[in-house]
T-cell receptor, first 112, second 115 residues
Framework: GQQLNQSPQSMFIQEGEDVSMNCTSS?????WLWYKQDPGEGPVLLIA?????ELTSNGRLTAQFGITRKDSFLNISASIPSDVGIYFC????????????FGTGTRLQVFP | EAQVTQNPRYLITVTGKKLTVTCSQN?????MSWYRQDPGLGLRQIYY???????DKGDVPEGYKVSRKEKRNFPLILESPSPNQTSLYFC??????????????FGPGTRLTVT
């Protein structure tokens, strides 16, 4: 099945640093979502994007729906230890379907 | 509290021994889905259901069965588990109207090991 490419695969940063990650697809997507998975838990929705160019924030998190509709970006500002986890992008490419395609994830480690 | 629950959370079994992983949601969601998560592969959809008695295959349905007899429950059945089904399994649910249909709520996961 189709998958989304996420980069980087993993990041090791110091507390207080800003973080950027992205997700790309070979096909156009109509919806982009970003999820976070804490260790031992299921993914939790962070941000949903529905229009090309849309920029949405959720606290220290900001995500953008790429203009080409083939990519999306997530930024975390002033990282803190509880930002640790795996961040997944997900998208919906086919109209009139509820099927989501998930990225391979970016594992974030934050050191104090 | 609105939630998706899965049981068991951890399971070690042997090849060929039938098992069922239960999933239940209390949000009156129409849409429910099962995913498996493997290292480097992200989340891959196994089966999904748009409503009671309506189920369909996802990307990796081989070796799995599901049923949707009640709106709140969506069990995942492995009739004859094999070692390649060792994985972390997630159940998810959502509404199906408007944008809410893309905002899926996930359960805590079931870690299955088949020896």
């Amino acid at each position: 099945g189709q998958q989304l490419n996420q980069s980087p695969q993993s990041m090791f940063i110091q507390e207080g640093e800003d973080v950027s990650m992205n997700c790309t697809s070979s096909s156009i997507f109509n919806t982009w979502l970003w999820y976070k998975q804490d260790p031992g838990e299921g993914p939790v929705l962070l941000i949903a994007l529905y229009k090309a160019g849309e920029l949405t924030s959720n606290g220290r998190l900001t995500a953008q729906f790429g203009i080409t509709r083939k990519d999306s970006f997530l930024n975390i500002s002033a990282s803190i230890p509880s930002d640790v986890g795996i961040y997944f992008c997900a998208g919906q490419s086919r109209p009139n379907t509820d099927k989501l395609i998930f990225g391979t994830g970016t594992r974030l480690q934050v050191f104090p | 509290e609105a939630q998706v629950t899965q049981n068991p959370r951890y399971l070690i079994t042997v090849t060929g021994k039938k098992l069922t992983v239960t999933c239940s949601q209390n949000m009156n969601h129409e849409y429910m889905s099962w995913y498996r998560q493997d290292p480097g592969l992200g989340l891959r959809q196994i089966y999904y259901s748009m409503n009671v008695e309506v189920t369909d295959k996802g990307d990796v349905p081989e070796g799995y069965k599901v049923s949707r007899k009640e709106k709140r429950n969506f069990p995942l059945i492995l009739e004859s588990p094999s070692p390649n089904q060792t994985s972390l399994y997630f159940c998810a649910s959502s509404l199906i109207g408007g944008r809410a249909r893309y905002e899926q709520y996930f359960g805590p996961g079931t870690r299955l090991t088949v020896t």
